[in-house]
């Protein structure tokens, strides 16, 4: 990265009081992602019985479930699956559709009709009950939420990438390009497509959100990630038969960072789009 | 006593990059009935001008100084609720660019009658006759059917003649009109200017005509100001602005424009480009580029009165 | 005159859709009909028409972005015509024919620096290797045409009007084209730079020894950098010749109107101004027997709702398509 990108990226950062939020959450998140396990104070796995369902305390500090797992290691570990789950499927979706979508954009016929019908047979699905589908056909696996995600997420960035290809077909800078000697798969690939992707930034950032709450949907159903794995979704799933009976921190601080995760990348989406965007540079 | 009346206009833009000094003391009259010109190029402050009197600035925008009286008013100072009395009825503008201007998904028709109920007191039942009139006064053909019409369904010259409808819907007094013929065709723009003319001359109206194009300005105006990069340098009747130009600016703007019988060779390009208008800027924000410069066009430039001779803001004017 | 480019009987349709039609009828939008001329070596051509006349479609045929729907069109003596648009970049007349455009915003890529932008050519088919070479090769360029070294790092939205377009007349002779297709290159720029920039096609042409076709609205400007002109309407050409003959003596009641409306800076008074009435005619089917100027015309007859006039000779090199001319 040249030394004006990352100023650039510092000026971002800085200048909305709330994209520096939201980074700084990201940060933190991806910091946990990364080094969650050695950071966790207990094991995630070892259950204690002689402390099980104790209240959030000094040795504890998001209390201990029904197990008398440590809820704090829990969360913390979670983290990793999470991220890797939504930066994942978000990003094999980002990459499938919006290919899918520009060459819909830039070709027309057969291309667009196929690629249109596609998207059009997902979208006709609630579309959380296809994933369920998914997963359920293809078995109980991370990759497979993962490719459940990706799927059912296929259509919006179809839609856009073909939207802004077709405005952008017809742009100087691309007949330019024609007239240069560039092949229409080269003027496609280097004029056409990355000049598709800042827009499609903040639906990508977006799209973290919902295909994290989509795995920890799943998950709460019993499909994909399966316990003892530990996941935010899980959690919540094993927590909520306790809040009637009081024990409430077995749910809520799980709850709790899923929330926070959503909301951060959220934030993120207009802050990724400034990054990217040439135009914004100065 | 003029129409309108600009005396000592400042404005400044906020942006991420520092204060733009977008204006400085802009000065300048129309009187009633009279068609005066503002000529500059890109940069040179005409369209914040107008926006400045029209008060639709853009709210990064700053009035830092000034007087815009207008029939008794200063504009400039005004409330929101004085201005929107006088805005649409007494004051309205034409913009470049007609099809974006005009609401894309509403028809033509009923935008000039949204104008009517809002602003001329039409009652319901008269808006629709009324508003086809209007659109035949603009020599809109088939205007019955044009009514219904949206904007995307006309051309261009048909769109800025919708939107000078919807100007002129409540006979204003004065009209300002931001390059109202850029992009349109040569046939099309001496149609709509001669539109606006015989409107004008038919209802006693003034007309501020903004353009870069010194020829347009030259055959529809009786006065021209002339602006470069926030200031105004020149002022002048029209024939007397192109027989005898007195400030360096004005002389090479003419000496730029192409015109028949000046050969290539002749033409002339002005050096340089706009002044940073962020920063500190020279008194006269000409003289970087000027070949006339001396060591005493440092000095302050007066204050150009609004007056009706031939003012120049230049301490050593041609 | 050795001839570089020839035009024969060119014409461009395209199908549409007509509000109310009857189900299964073919309706065509004529952008271009039955186009003929030819440019010579070094020479430059002007052509003028306004929006609607055809010039961006004749300016995509002639540069091989689009095909025809008929007619044939000749570079170097060599048929271009029957290459089909999506595989003339690979064709060695590719490089020989370049274009300028209009809108200097719209015609760089956000994405690539001043630098990418004159390099792609030279890339793609300049046939030279090497980073060294191609740097070598951007630099010598963008001084030929007055763009400072420092601003060549630059994106597009850090530059101004003036200098984007240096960059895109840098684009456009880095293979050094024998033809140089100019669509308006100086509308969206302010006068004090056009100067600049006409001068420096000017030089450019000598130069390299280009031949110029030179589209433009604004006929002032065409009348200094222009040999020939064409004046097209509705996709026809109505009258083509020597600049100065067109300008000075137009024969076609279009021509005459179109200059009428020129507004003379020089302060003088406007003349008799020729004014236009009515629409123009639609571009969609029309009446190949019918003038395409007619019902807007100032003059008419019969004659001319009954027989498309053609081109014929009204002076030296000079033809004007008019029953009255």
Not at chain 1, 179 to 203: D, E, F, K, W
Not at chain 3, 58 to 83: A, E
Not at chain 3, 166 to 191: F, K, M, N, Q, Y
Request: some cysteine.
């Amino acid at each position: 990265m040249t030394a004006a990108a990352l100023r650039h990226a510092r000026y971002v950062v800085t200048e909305n009081p709330i994209t520096l939020v939201a980074f700084s959450m990201l940060v933190t998140l991806l910091f946990l992602a990364l080094v969650g396990p050695a950071l966790a104070p207990y094991d995630p796995l070892k259950s204690d019985t002689a402390n099980t369902l104790k209240p959030p305390s000094a040795r504890h500090w998001f209390g201990t479930d029904q197990l008398g797992r440590d809820m704090l290691s829990r969360v913390m570990v979670a983290t990793r699956l999470d991220m890797a789950i939504a930066f994942l499927s978000v990003a094999l979706s980002f990459a499938v559709g919006s290919l899918a979508g520009a060459c819909a954009g830039v070709f027309g016929g057969w291309t667009e009709r196929i690629v249109s019908r596609i998207s059009d047979t997902i979208m006709a699905f609630p579309l959380f009950v296809l994933a369920m589908g998914i997963v359920a056909a293809l078995g109980n696996s991370v990759f497979n939420v993962i490719l459940a995600t990706a799927i059912i997420n296929l259509p919006f960035y179809t839609r856009m990438a073909r939207a802004e290809a077709n405005v952008r077909r017809e742009a100087g800078y691309v007949e330019a390009a024609r007239l240069s000697g560039n092949s229409t798969m080269r003027t496609l690939a280097v004029h056409i497509y990355p000049n598709c992707l800042p827009p499609m930034m903040v639906q990508a950032s977006l799209n973290l959100g919902w295909a994290m709450l989509n795995a920890a949907g799943l998950a709460f159903i019993g499909l994909g990630v399966r316990p003892p794995t530990p996941e935010w979704g899980i959690l919540v799933a094993e927590g909520a038969s306790f809040i009637l009976s009081g024990e409430w921190w077995i749910a809520l601080f799980p709850g709790l960072a899923l929330m926070l995760a959503v909301f951060c990348f959220n934030l993120m989406g207009d802050g990724l789009r400034d990054l990217i965007d040439p135009r914004r540079r100065t | 006593m003029p129409l309108l009346s600009v005396e000592g206009l400042s404005v400044e833009f906020r942006t991420r990059d520092g204060i733009v000094k977008a204006l400085d003391r802009v000065g300048f009259e129309i009187r009633r009935g009279e068609t005066v010109g503002v000529v500059g190029e890109s940069g040179s402050g005409k369209s914040v001008t107008a926006f400045s009197i029209m008060r639709i600035l853009d709210p990064a925008a700053r009035i830092t100084g000034g007087r815009a009286v207008f029939d008794g008013l200063d504009l400039l100072s005004a409330t929101e609720r004085e201005i929107e009395g006088r805005r649409g009825r007494h004051l309205s503008m034409i913009f470049q660019n007609p099809r974006t201007a005009l609401n894309p998904i509403r028809q033509v028709g009923r935008q000039i009658g949204d104008v009517l109920l809002r602003h001329a007191g039409v009652s319901r039942g008269a808006v629709r006759s009324r508003a086809v009139e209007l659109l035949a006064q603009v020599q809109i053909p088939d205007p019955e059917r044009r009514y219904w019409a949206y904007p995307f369904e006309l051309s261009g010259g048909m769109c800025q003649r919708v939107m000078i409808a919807l100007a002129l819907a409540c006979g204003p007094s004065l009209l300002l009109a931001d390059e109202p013929t850029t992009g349109l065709d040569v046939t099309t723009q001496a149609a709509i200017m001669d539109l606006i003319d015989d409107l004008a001359r038919a209802r006693r109206m003034a007309t501020l005509l903004i353009t870069h194009d010194l020829g347009l300005a030259a055959l529809h105006c009786e006065r021209i100001v002339v602006m470069h990069a926030g200031h105004v340098v020149e002022s002048a009747p029209t024939a007397a602005l192109f027989a005898n130009p007195r400030h360096p600016y004005t002389a090479k703007l003419i000496a730029a424009t192409p015109k028949p019988g000046v050969s290539l060779d002749e033409l002339a390009a002005i050096p340089g480009g706009l002044p940073d208008l962020r920063g500190a800027l020279p008194a006269c924000r000409y003289s970087p580029r000027c070949e006339r410069y001396a060591p005493f066009c440092d000095e302050p430039l007066p204050l150009l009165v609004p007056a009706s001779g031939h003012t120049v803001a230049c301490w050593k004017p041609l | 005159m050795d001839t570089l480019l020839e035009v024969a009987s060119v014409s461009k349709r395209f199908p549409v859709t007509v509000k109310g039609a009857a189900r299964g009828s073919e309706h065509f939008l004529q952008a271009v009909d039955d186009v003929s001329f030819s440019i010579g070596r070094g020479e430059c051509v002007g052509l003028v028409g306004e929006s609607g006349c055809g010039k961006s479609t004749l300016v995509k045929l002639i540069t091989r972005l689009l095909d025809t729907s008929d007619g044939r069109i000749w570079f170097d003596g060599q048929d271009i015509g029957t290459v089909p648009a999506d595989g003339f970049a690979s064709v060695p007349q590719r490089a020989l024919i370049q274009m300028v455009f209009q809108d200097p915003t719209d015609s760089l890529n956000p994405r690539f620096t001043a630098f990418d932008t004159i390099a792609d050519p030279i890339r793609r088919l300049g046939g030279i290797r090497g980073s060294r070479n191609v740097s070598e090769r951007v630099l010598a360029l963008g001084d030929m045409v007055g763009l400072p070294r420092e601003l060549l790092g630059r994106y597009p939205h850090q530059l101004s009007g003036g200098q984007k377009q240096r960059v895109g007349i840098a684009r456009a002779v880095a293979l050094e084209p024998r033809l140089l297709v100019l669509d308006e290159p100086t509308s969206a720029l302010d006068v004090s730079v056009q100067a600049v920039i006409l001068k420096l096609l000017d030089d450019l042409r000598r130069r390299l020894g280009m031949s110029y076709l030179f589209v433009s609205h604004d006929l002032n400007v065409v009348r200094l950098l222009a040999d020939r002109v064409l004046v097209m309407y509705l996709g026809r050409i109505v009258e083509r010749g020597p600049v100065s003959l067109v300008f000075e003596r137009p024969r076609h009641p279009y021509t005459r109107a179109l200059l009428s409306c020129i507004p003379d800076p020089g302060g003088g008074a406007a003349g008799r101004r020729i004014r236009l009435s009515g629409e123009p005619r639609s571009p969609i089917d029309p009446d190949p027997k019918v003038c395409r100027f007619y019902g807007r015309c100032p003059d008419g007859h019969d004659r001319c709702a009954q027989e498309m006039p053609l081109l014929r000779p009204v002076g030296a090199e000079h033809l004007a398509a008019c029953h009255l001319a």
